[in-house]
C-alpha cells in the first residue's frame, strides 16, 4: 500500500510540462522528474505509470510471449539507424524518457524502446501497435527468454513479484 503523501513519478513530455504542473505535478530537479501525490493523480492521467494508475490493475508487466519464429528478430533489424532513432527517440520523448510501466530508469540507459506487437497466428501475421519507453529492469521482465539466457530471471521475477504488488 502506497501512501497518499508518496510521490510518484510521472511520464511528462517536455512540451506537456505546464499541463502537469496545472494538474498539481511539481518538478524535482534532483530526480529530473515531475512528481504528484497519489490523491492528485486523477487529474494527470496520461502521464502516470501504469503501475499507479487508478484505472488500470495488475499484472501492469509481465514477459511478452513471442513466437518461435520471430525470436532475435526486432525492428531495429529491418529499419534503417536513423529511422529506428527517430522512433525509439520519440518513444523516449512521449514519456520524458520515464518508464511508461513503472516511472523509473535505469542506471546507465535510462530507458529503453519496447516494440507491442500483435500476433495473427493462423494468417501468420505480426502486426506493430506502438512502442513504448521502458527501463531495463521492466524491459528485462518483457523479453523473458533473453533474460534467461542472461542468467538474470531472479532478479526480473523479483522486479516484476514488486511492481504487481
Ligand atoms: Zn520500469
Known amino acids: 500500500m502506497i501512501a497518499l503523501t508518496t510521490l510518484i513519478p510521472l511520464c511528462v513530455p517536455f512540451e506537456r510540462?505546464?499541463?502537469?504542473?496545472?494538474?498539481?505535478?511539481?518538478?524535482?530537479?534532483?530526480?529530473k522528474c515531475w512528481m504528484?501525490?497519489?490523491?492528485?493523480?486523477?487529474?494527470?492521467?496520461?502521464?502516470?505509470?501504469?503501475?499507479?494508475?487508478?484505472?488500470?490493475?495488475?499484472?501492469?508487466?509481465?514477459?511478452?510471449?513471442?513466437?518461435?519464429a520471430l525470436?532475435?528478430?526486432?525492428?531495429?533489424?529491418?529499419l534503417a539507424p536513423e529511422d529506428w532513432n527517430r522512433i525509439r527517440k520519440d518513444a523516449y520523448a512521449r514519456s520524458g524518457?520515464?518508464?511508461?510501466?513503472?516511472?523509473?530508469?535505469?542506471?546507465?540507459?535510462?530507458?529503453?524502446?519496447?516494440?507491442?506487437?500483435?500476433y495473427d497466428d493462423e494468417r501468420r501475421i505480426q502486426t506493430l501497435k506502438g512502442v513504448i519507453?521502458?527501463?531495463?529492469?521492466?524491459?528485462g521482465v518483457r523479453h523473458w527468454g533473453k533474460t534467461m539466457t542472461e542468467d538474470r530471471q531472479d532478479a526480473a521475477l523479483?522486479?516484476?513479484?514488486?511492481?504487481?504488488?
Request: some cysteine; charged content about 25%.
Open 17 to 31: 510540462r505546464k499541463e502537469a504542473a496545472r494538474g498539481g505535478a511539481t518538478f524535482n530537479g534532483e530526480q
Open 36 to 68: 504528484a501525490p497519489r490523491d492528485k493523480l486523477d487529474a494527470l492521467l496520461p502521464f502516470v505509470p501504469y503501475r499507479y494508475r487508478p484505472d488500470r490493475e495488475a499484472p501492469y508487466i509481465r514477459p511478452w510471449m513471442v513466437p518461435q
Open 71 to 78: 525470436w532475435g528478430f526486432n525492428l531495429r533489424a529491418f
Open 97 to 118: 524518457s520515464r518508464c511508461r510501466v513503472c516511472g523509473g530508469r535505469g542506471p546507465q540507459w535510462p530507458v529503453e524502446a519496447d516494440e507491442g506487437w500483435a
Open 133 to 139: 519507453s521502458l527501463c531495463p529492469d521492466c524491459h
Open 158 to 165: 523479483a522486479w516484476m513479484a514488486e511492481v504487481n504488488g
